[in-house]
């Protein structure tokens, strides 16, 4: 069971996306980090599913810990308000101290910036670099391609199935939070 003091480390798109789920799966998620004590580790933008989960994690009184570049500040509109804000020079600086703060991942919707932050702890997963559990959360079954996607490359013998047991995929916050308490 996982259930001390986690930092939550949240992938998820700089953008709302179309379906007003994915807004309400963000802040769902924010607000149960903090109902839960955890700590979110996140992009520290204001903007999109980022501003959206920090928002409710911020308002429910939780932790938060975010990591920008530089060059990212005005595009993303850094949140200055977090608990720690940290400004990093590159990207790669950035995805490597939000994850050596996280216990756990969760990716929820988003577009290429989520997809690369997911490949990466998988393939370091795959590598035996760490064993954090990762969890999509696939909203409205919105990673159902990523999946399909992951058990293409499988069948076609370009990674073992043991691949498909790196990640978990949840489509709820309260499904999230039940596949945490049997991890
Ligand atoms: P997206 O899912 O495309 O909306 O991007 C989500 C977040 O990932 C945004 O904060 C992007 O700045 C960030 N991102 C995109 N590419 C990278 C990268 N190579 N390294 C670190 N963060 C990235």
Request: glycine letters at 10%; charged letters at 20%; one cysteine or more.
């Amino acid at each position: 069971m996982i259930s001390r003091h986690l930092s939550i480390c949240v992938y998820c798109g700089a953008r709302d996306g179309t379906d007003p789920a994915y807004v309400a799966a963000a802040t769902d998620l924010g607000t149960a980090i903090a109902a839960k004590g955890w700590r979110l580790v996140y992009g520290a933008g204001d903007v999109g599913l980022m501003g959206a989960t920090a928002r409710a994690a911020q308002e429910a009184g939780a932790e938060t810990f975010g990591v920008i570049p530089t060059h990212l500040m005005d595009m993303e509109v850094g949140k200055r308000d977090l608990s720690t804000f940290v400004v990093t020079e590159t990207m790669h600086e950035r995805k490597k101290v939000m994850f050596m703060n996280a216990d756990v991942i969760v990716v929820l919707p988003g577009g290429a910036g989520s997809l690369d932050e997911f490949f990466e702890v998988l393939t370091w997963k795959q590598l035996g670099l760490h064993n954090k559990p990762i969890f999509l959360l696939s909203v409205k079954d919105y990673w159902k391609p990523l999946e399909d996607l992951i058990d293409h490359i499988i069948a076609q013998g370009f990674a073992g199935p043991q691949n498909r047991d790196f990640f978990q995929v949840v489509k709820t916050v309260p499904a999230l939070l039940a596949a945490m308490d049997h991890g």
